[in-house]
């Protein structure tokens, strides 16, 4: 952060307002192209149901961009959920309505109006409608486990293992081995488990916008009715193999549960953060004025109050009065009021140590209260609280899209048309050319397929007469009818063991594990684009005070530039004009007036610019003059008329280059005195840098502080001068940012104040400190929850790892349909007779989309 520019950390923002709203205005100086305005968007969040695979998400996208007012929308296939952009005049339920009328039922999250009571229930009604349906997937399991069971008995008699060996008799199981048995088993299939699937399917097909369940079910129904035609009439010459439809929905039944399944792992972490909102609060009555904060909890702390009230967390209100007991969480978050002690932040931070807190200290909702009973002013409720703001962060970043899920996006939405232009061709390349061309292959095919056609012909040819030209006319008489089979069952393997799924799952499932881990680890990350572009960073720009300092400064220099006002005078002057603002700063100098137990002066007309200083007017309670005052940096001084003479320079230069900032006091246009803050380096920052370095980052300081103790700050990391740049402005760090991505340069940018937040809107990645303002962090990609330039590591190191894990199963996609697809056509029968027969084309589509889900969820094994 730059010099006395920051206003109040969230926590003091209902005391800050006017600091708050000046350097909006300032930020709202810096060109439109930098900072979006959207103010006049509207964000719609819907759970939408009944999407299959990535045809499904493309053909939501364009349903959305087509209803009138819609700026525009994203849909995640694993999450379920498409976010819109609107205008404000657009009428969500219309939305919904018409997703609805296009197949795929919707409906309106109702946290969307961010009030407090309704985000909670809502998130707490989606939490508990996952996890029943968790429940409900177990007796879907069991049913296609047992339909897969009796299907694969019935297939195993036409594999050539089973004949004329010792398994024959094993095998044959009165009535579940009859053809009559598979026959009823497959009618009973297609019209109970599976006709969600197949009524999907069609509807598909009548919208014109084909998906997984299309393939499934023309690949299911073109089994069943060859089936059942070669059963009806059997002079075809055909094989039944009501096993195969069977079989196929079974395996997609069985893999679309297992897929459910990683996925409900795979939000693990939301649903985490989820559970930690407490449904309980413990209203109490505020503690007397002259309350004390113990030292220690006293026994009678420990113990519930006679006055207290347990109502719905939901229910509480800003400002009210709450009591925690050791062992509760935290439902609000709030101010300690009374009492003392240590709280786990650990689900929050990703910071395991517990944090020491008392009277003056700020609590965040759902942490666990460990040791002490304290009492606490409710500050934010809802989806306002820290937990209730990174619930949104994780589900909005779960919800935006990797740039790389782009070429595979475009790919699936022709993708199911693509399939069945490919099934056609192979139906007439086989019926036409294949078959008459490599006879004996075509019958091989019928081998690798169902072995018992090749007997059906033996039998067929055995009734006739032996001699060479009837076996001839044989031959050519069952030629036309065991084409259309052979053709008939590869086109059907084509048509299923696509797989548009595994494209569609790639991105989002790595997103939702990445994301949900660093929400685990104190990150928060604002999307899958973010995640993206952060390995591709090459350049980290860090602000100084408060970044790479602590943030605490202390008071070290009171120095007095005119006899008519004393040390003490001159911090207790600073001190009345820094009541406006919670810069670090300002903070320091604040507590050292209050060590010295000088009286409060009054102030009023504060004005604050950002990146240079603040201004106020001083009341004399003796003659009531009116003195208008000014802290800030040298140039803050000139812009108020206060002459800087080259003695006083020299002495800020000689306090700045030994590492301390140095901030000017001016009244009435003269300059009346200099007081030197320092702030210590924090504990990880060289490491950090190093660690940065040490992965070919180039690393630079941009401060609005003043060069010689930005210069000394460098000269502790170890960083050249030309990588270091003090007395910067807030569009100074802008043009900065800009002119190093006109280099060529990918740019990050890690601050905390609000002078910071053009530059990380600028920046390719924004990173900032979960104590910075609350403007910076709504600036942010990434909010570091744990406060810690290490996490700056951590984020780039889950950033790398969660897109090599994007990549690996955007290549299992897409080798597994290039190989498969041409392995069901029949591609390798000729060279090497091979081929699939749809029921375990079936399997190895089903695998495929599980496949790539678990391969996400690995993600975890390296976090």
């Known amino acids: 952060m730059s010099q006395l520019a920051t206003p109040s950390q969230p926590t003091q923002k209902l005391s800050q307002e006017t600091t708050l709203a000046t350097a909006k205005e300032q930020i709202e100086q810096i060109p439109t192209d930098t900072l979006a305005d959207k103010r006049s968007i509207n964000t719609i969040v819907l759970d939408v149901e009944g999407m299959m695979c990535a045809g499904c998400v493309s053909s939501v996208e364009k349903k959305l961009a087509q209803c009138e007012g819609v700026v525009s929308a994203t849909v995640n296939l694993v999450t379920e959920v498409a976010a819109v952009d609107c205008l404000p005049s657009v009428d969500p339920q219309r939305i919904a309505q018409a997703l609805g009328e296009s197949g795929y039922p919707s409906h309106i999250r109702e946290n969307n109006s961010r009030s407090g009571d309704r985000g909670f229930q809502a998130e707490t009604e989606w939490l508990q409608r996952k996890d029943a349906e968790q429940k409900n997937q177990t007796t879907q399991l069991a049913i296609a486990a047992t339909l897969l069971f009796l299907s694969t008995l019935g297939h195993l008699q036409h594999l050539s293992f089973a004949e004329n060996s010792r398994f024959t008799a094993w095998l044959d199981i009165p009535v579940i081995s009859t053809l009559w048995f598979h026959g009823v088993l497959a009618t009973l299939t297609l019209i109970f488990p599976a006709r969600k699937i197949l009524i999907e399917g069609f509807q598909g097909i009548r919208r014109r916008s084909p998906n997984m369940n299309t393939l499934v079910s023309l690949g299911a129904l073109s089994a069943y009715t060859t089936s059942l035609a070669a059963l009806v009439f059997p002079s075809l010459g055909w094989e039944c193999f009501f096993d195969e439809p069977v079989m196929l929905l079974s395996f997609i039944l069985i893999g679309r549960t297992l897929e459910q399944r990683a996925r409900f792992q795979a939000a693990r972490s939301l649903r985490s953060l989820i559970a930690l909102q407490p449904t309980l609060a413990r209203l109490t009555a505020a503690p007397a004025k002259d309350d004390s904060s113990p030292t220690d909890s006293s026994p009678t702390d420990s113990s519930e109050s006679q006055t207290d009230v347990k109502i719905p967390a939901s229910q509480v209100q800003i400002g009210e ?94 993708f199911t048309y693509g399939v069945l232009a490919c099934a056609v061709l192979t139906f007439c390349f086989w019926y036409f050319v294949g078959a008459p061309l490599w006879p004996d292959v075509a019958t091989s095919a019928m081998g690798h397929l169902h072995h018992a056609a090749g007997h059906h012909v033996a039998a067929q040819m055995a009734e006739h007469s032996v001699t060479a030209a009837t076996s001839q006319a044989v031959t050519a008489e069952l030629s036309g009818s065991l084409r259309l089979l052979v053709s ?31 929400a685990e680890q104190g990150l928060l990350i604002r999307g ?148 030197g803050v320092s702030d210590t380096l924090r504990p990880e920052a060289v490491e950090t840098i190093k660690a940065l370095q040490a992965q070919g980052m180039q690393v630079q300081i941009l401060s609005g502080d003043r060069a010689e103790a930005v210069g000394a700050i460098a000269q502790q990391l170890q960083l050249p001068p030309e990588q270091t740049q003090g007395e910067i402005s807030p569009e100074g760090k802008l043009n900065a940012i800009a002119q190093l991505q006109k280099a060529g340069h990918r740019v990050g940018l890690v601050g905390d104040g609000i002078n910071d937040a053009p530059a990380l809107s600028q920046a390719d990645i924004g990173i900032a400190l979960g104590s910075g303002t609350e403007v910076a962090m709504e600036t942010a990609d990434i909010v570091l929850m744990g406060n810690s330039l290490t996490d700056v590591l951590a984020a780039i190191r889950l950033s790398q790892n969660t897109f090599n894990k994007i990549r690996q199963n955007l290549a299992w996609a897409f080798t597994y349909n290039l190989i498969c697809i041409p392995l069901a056509a029949g591609a390798f029968l000729p060279a090497f007779g091979i081929s699939l027969n749809p029921g375990f084309a079936g399997g190895l589509m089903a695998l495929s989309s599980v496949t790539v889900v678990i391969n996400s969820l690995l993600l975890r094994l390296r976090a």
């Not at 063991?497 to 881990?517: E, H, N, Q, R, W």
């Open 488 to 518: 008939l069952k590869l086109a059907i393997a084509v048509i299923v063991v696509a797989c548009p799924c595994a494209l569609g799952l790639a991105t989002p499932t790595a997103i939702l594990v990445g994301s949900g881990l660093g």
């Open 321 to 414: 009065w709450l009591r925690v007991l050791p062992g509760e969480k935290v439902p609000v978050d709030g101010t300690i009021a009374s009492g003392k002690t240590t709280l786990d932040e650990s689900m929050i931070t990703g910071e395991s140590i517990p944090v020491a807190k008392g009277a003056g200290d700020e609590v965040i909702a759902g942490t666990l209260n460990q040791s002490g009973a304290i009492t606490l002013q409710v500050s934010r409720t809802g989806t306002n609280t820290t937990l209730g703001q990174m619930i949104q962060l994780v589900e909005t970043a779960q919800t935006r899209k990797a740039p790389i899920q782009g070429f595979a996006d475009l790919i699936s939405g022709y």
């Open 528 to 675: 899958g684009d973010i995640l993206e572009a952060t390995h591709g960073l090459d350049t980290l720009v860090f602000d100084k005070t408060g970044t790479l300092t602590t943030g605490k400064p202390q008071v070290t220099d009171c120095l007095p530039l005119t006899d008519s006002i004393s040390a003490e005078q001159l911090l207790q002057t600073a001190a009345a004009v820094e009541q406006g603002t919670q810069h670090p700063l300002a903070i320091a100098i604040q507590q050292a007036a209050e060590e010295k137990a000088l009286p409060r002066l009054n102030a009023h007309q504060f004005h604050t610019e950002a990146g240079s200083g603040i201004s106020a007017t001083l009341t004399r309670e003796t003659t009531l003059q009116s003195i208008p005052t000014y802290l800030g940096n040298e140039a803050w001084m000139t812009q108020n008329g206060c002459t800087v003479d080259s003695e006083t320079a020299s002495t800020a230069n000689t306090l700045a280059s030994s590492g301390k900032t140095v901030v000017f006091v001016g009244q009435n246009k003269r300059l009346v005195g200099l007081i």
